[in-house]
Structure formats: C-alpha cells, structure tokens
C-alpha cells in the first residue's frame, strides 16, 4: 500500500507539502497542488483515517446510486438490493444522481475514501474511462448496463427477447398496426447487445420484420416519461389519418396516461386502442382496465447485483454478465 512517503516521492515535494494538501491547508500553491493529487491518484494513496479501512476492517456499508429514487423502476430496485445487503448485515447508502455525472463522483469518491466497502451503478452518467480509475479503490458493480470488456459484474435485463417477444404477443392477439413510444429524445440503430434502448427497438423491429411488415415512423413518439406524456401522445394518435391499433408505451407511467386520455374521449382500450406497459408496476394491475404489460426482472436483477457485490467482498469468483428475462403480463389493456 503506497504511503505519505511515496506521495512526496512521486510529486518531487516534501512530506510536510502533500501533508497540507491532504489537510487542505490554503498555503499551498496550485502548481504544487495539482502535483500532489497526481501522485496519490497515480499511486491509489488514500489518506488517514481512511486507510484503516485498507488494513482489513469493513464499514459494512454499501452505496447504490440511482437517477432519481421516485421512479419506481429504481425504487423497487434499491429495495431488492437493500433488503439482500440487510440479511447479509451491510447497511445501503443511496445517492441519487439526478442524471448529473458529478453526483455519481460523490458516491465513487465515498469508495475512494474508503467510507463504504463497493458501490453498485444503477445507472452510468461518467465515461466508464472514468469509473474505472476508481475500480482499484474497491468493488463496483453495475446493474442495466451494457459495457463490454470491463472486469466488473453486470446485471441486466434481456431487452431485445423481452420486446420481441412482447411485439410477438401484440400479433398473436390480433393487432397489426404497432406504434413505439420511448423516453429517449432519439431512436439509434445499433447492433444487438450494443445499447438498453436500441436493443429494445432492434427487438421490436425484428418481430415487425418476421410479420414481413416495416415501421412507420408516424407511430414513433420519443422523450415520453410521464402519465401527461401519454395523454399527449393520445392527442397525436387522434390527429393521424393511418392510426395505430396499438401502443408500446415504454413505461406503465405512460401507459396510465395513454389509457386515461382515451377513455375520457370515448375510445375504448382495447376495442379501439391496445396499450401495453413497461416495467409492471404495482398499480397498473388496480386500474378500471387492468394493464397489460412487460415485467421487467428488478427484483431479480436487485438481489443479483446484491450478490456479486457481496461475492466480490468476500473473494468469491463471480459471473461478468448476468442477465434476466423479461414477460408479458396479460390483463385487459392489450
């Protein structure tokens, strides 16, 4: 483990110098500074009392950070990892990232300072050339992600079977005219396995493609989060000559809103209009017409991420990839 010593060594500076670097003292110049920092990162120095930790105790603590925690994707996520790390005795420190890269640093950084013993990512706003200078401080584990040749356990739902099957599952029950609604503000074409949205979209496009049938771009809607998104999508649909008879609504949020608009315009779902959902919510089985929808695996995918982070505290060998199915969850909405 590289010492106080080795820091001055590396940055051609006096142990005293990195000392008030280290202490924060303002008498310190920038030049003299910034060669400090270089150095303990260089070097992996981590400063006492921090480097306690490094000598075999634990905090018995883990930090998961998530966009935002009222989403309930990411909700019942962190309460599948939590409860997981709680049977095991480790405590959960969340960080919410609100999409920002320098609150994702804030919980890496905790990892740094050897305040908690691994970091799960449930969703990556840094470069991963980033995220990895961080890998030799200790464990991190990243969940819905899908990075190739990094050494670190990725857990993951199976977007592309999950959407093809479910695009599948719209055709067996009689719908032809397939419409795509997603939360990003753009649909890329990429190879399967290469992006979470664009293997969504390969997987809908494949199963469009096994029907001989293409897609029309006048069914796609984009940037779509919200139950007021649906409503407004609804809206649009109704203005179309050619519309569609069914809408994969990206989230069960959105869904609720689709259905909602329709019904207080007197289309019925799903005589008129099919809506299927994503992500199977609690409430979207209660509504007056039960939701039909895509159940992602999140308490299968949260207990997993749990497990590979305690499997790599613990020594163990544990899977890179690790990845779960998605299903049709049929109601009466589609």
């Known amino acids: 483990m590289a010492t106080i010593s080795d820091v001055a060594r590396l940055a051609g500076l006096s142990v005293s110098t990195v000392s008030r670097v280290i202490n924060k003292s303002p008498h310190v110049s920038d030049k003299k500074r910034e060669a400090v920092e270089s150095a303990m990162n260089e070097l992996g120095y981590v400063p006492l009392p921090a480097a306690r930790q490094l000598r075999g105790s634990r905090t018995n603590t883990m930090a998961v950070t998530i966009p935002r925690i009222v989403n309930p994707f990411f909700s019942y996520l962190v309460d599948a990892i939590e409860q997981e790390l709680d049977e095991a ?188 959902g994503v992500d199977d919510q609690p409430a979207s089985a209660n509504l007056r017409i039960p939701l039909t929808t895509i159940k992602q695996p999140v308490d299968e995918m949260g207990r997993k991420a749990a497990r590979a982070m305690l499997g790599l505290i613990n020594g163990e060998e544990v899977s890179k990839m690790q990845i779960c199915k998605l299903k049709v969850i049929k109601r009466a909405s589609a």
């Open 89 to 276: 005795g480790y405590s959960t420190l969340i960080v919410q990232t609100f999409g920002r890269a320098e609150e994702e640093l804030t919980a890496l950084n905790l990892l740094k300072n050897q305040q908690v013993d691994g970091v799960i990512l449930c969703s990556l706003e840094n470069d991963w050339s980033v995220i990895n200078g961080y890998c030799k401080y200790g464990k991190i584990v990243l969940v819905n992600e899908y990075l190739k040749d990094v050494d670190v356990p990725i857990i993951r739902g199976d977007q592309y079977d999950g959407f093809y099957t479910a695009t599948n599952f719209l055709f067996d029950n009689g719908y032809k005219k397939i419409a795509y609604a997603t939360g990003r503000k753009t649909i890329t074409i990429m190879k399967k396995e290469s992006n979470f949205d664009a293997d969504r979209f390969a997987g809908f496009q494949s199963s469009l493609s096994d029907h001989n049938l293409g897609f029309n771009y006048d069914w796609l809607f984009t940037n779509a989060h919200t139950a007021e998104d649906g409503k407004e999508i609804f809206k649009k649909i109704m203005t179309l000559k050619n519309k569609p008879d069914v809408v994969i609504a990206g989230s069960d949020e959105v869904a609720m809103g689709i259905s909602q608009e329709a019904e207080k315009q007197g289309i019925k779902v799903p005589e008129q209009l099919g809506v299927l």
